[in-house]
C-alpha cells in the first residue's frame, strides 16, 4: 500500500542498548511527525521535520534521542541508551503540508518499544 | 506552551447513551482536527473544522468549533462497542501539530 510505513513493528531490547526504529512516509509528504505514546495515554510530540527546514526538536525528551531524515524522505529515530521509561509505541506520521497549515497527518502503526 | 485540553479523560456508557468529548484551550487555532485511533493502530482523521462556530456531521456524530477558535466539541448520538477508541484533538496555526491529551471512550454492549 501508499501509506506510512514503520519498522520494527515491535522490538525487545535489553537497557543500556542502543534502538533504531524507521519511518518511511507517504511519497510527496513534506512534513514528517515522530510521536511517543504511553500505554493507553495520548500522543507526546517527539520531532518535526518540514522540507529543507531544520527539525523542531523541541520534544526530545533527552539527549539520548536522535532523528534524522535522509533526502526529505525516510526518517529513523534512534534511542542511545534505552531505559526503562523509553518503553512505548513510537509513532510517526507524514502530512503532504506542514507548518501553519497543516493538512491531515497519516500515521503508520508504530513501532512497539519494551525495554527490559 | 500550546496545550489542548480534553475532557473526559475516560468515558465508559453503554450502548445508545449520547455522549459529549470536549477539547479547550487558551490559544487560538486556525483550524481543528479530530482523530480516532484503535488498538494497535495510528490515529485516523475524523473531520477538521476551520470556521468559527463551523459545525460539521459525520453519520452519528457531529464536531463543533467555538467561535473564539480555542475550543471544540465532539458529540456522538446512540453511541454503539464501534465508537470505542481513543478520541484525539489536534490544533492547527503553529509550526506544528498540537495533539489534545486524549478521551479514551468505552462503549459497552
Known amino acids: 500500500g501508499a501509506g506510512v510505513s514503520q519498522s520494527p513493528s515491535n522490538k525487545v531490547t535489553e537497557k543500556g542498548k542502543d534502538v533504531e526504529l524507521r519511518c518511511d512516509p507517504i511519497?510527496?509528504?513534506?512534513?514528517l511527525y515522530w510521536y511517543r505514546q504511553s500505554l493507553g495515554q495520548g500522543l507526546e510530540f517527539l520531532i518535526y521535520f518540514q522540507g529543507n527546514s531544520a527539525p523542531d526538536k523541541s520534544g526530545l525528551p533527552s539527549d539520548r534521542f536522535s532523528a534524522e531524515r535522509t533526502g526529505g524522505s525516510v526518517s529513523t529515530l534512534t534511542i542511545q541508551r534505552t531505559q526503562q521509561e523509553d518503553s512505548a509505541v513510537y509513532l510517526c506520521?507524514?502530512?503532504?503540508?506542514?507548518?501553519?497549515?497543516?493538512?491531515?497527518?497519516?500515521f503508520g502503526e508504530g513501532s512497539r518499544l519494551t525495554v527490559l | 506552551t500550546q496545550l489542548l485540553e480534553q475532557s473526559p479523560q475516560f468515558l465508559s456508557i453503554q450502548e445508545g447513551e449520547n455522549l459529549t468529548v470536549y477539547c479547550n484551550s487558551s490559544s487560538v487555532f486556525s483550524s481543528l482536527q479530530w482523530y480516532r485511533q484503535e488498538p494497535g493502530e495510528g490515529p485516523v482523521l475524523l473531520v477538521t473544522v476551520v470556521t468559527g462556530g463551523e459545525v460539521k456531521k459525520l453519520k452519528r456524530l457531529t464536531f463543533q468549533f467555538g467561535d473564539a477558535r480555542k475550543d471544540s466539541s465532539l458529540h456522538i448520538t446512540a453511541a454503539q462497542p464501534g465508537d470505542t477508541g481513543l478520541y484525539l484533538c489536534?490544533?492547527?496555526?503553529?509550526?506544528?501539530?498540537?495533539f489534545g491529551t486524549g478521551t479514551r471512550l468505552l462503549v459497552s454492549p
Open positions: 489536534a490544533g492547527s496555526g503553529f509550526q506544528k501539530l498540537v
Open positions: 511519497s510527496g509528504h513534506t512534513a
Open positions: 506520521a507524514s502530512s503532504l503540508v506542514g507548518g501553519r497549515a497543516t493538512g491531515e497527518l497519516f
